[in-house]
C-alpha cells in the first residue's frame, strides 16, 4: 500500500501510527494514515481489518514514569 522511499509501517506493526497521513479531518478528530489504519484524537485507531484499538501511551520516559 506504501509507496514512500522509506516504506511506512505495517498496520500490524506496534509502530503503525508513525505512518505517513494521507488524510486528516481534524474537525472530526481523525486522520488516514498511510498504512490504511485510521487514526483517532483520543488515541484509539481503526485498523484495516475492522478491529478496534485503544492505547493507553505512557507519555513520560520509561525513567521517569516508574519514579
Do not use: K, Y
Not at 9 to 35: F, H
Amino acid at each position: 500500500m506504501c509507496s514512500h522511499i522509506t516504506p511506512c509501517p505495517d498496520a500490524s506493526s506496534e509502530a503503525r501510527d508513525l505512518a505517513a497521513v494521507v488524510s486528516s479531518r481534524p474537525e472530526q478528530g481523525w486522520s488516514l494514515l498511510c498504512n490504511g489504519v485510521v487514526l483517532f484524537d483520543d488515541d484509539g485507531e481503526l485498523l484495516p481489518d475492522g478491529r478496534a484499538v485503544t492505547h493507553a501511551h505512557t507519555w513520560l520516559a520509561p525513567e521517569l514514569a516508574s519514579a
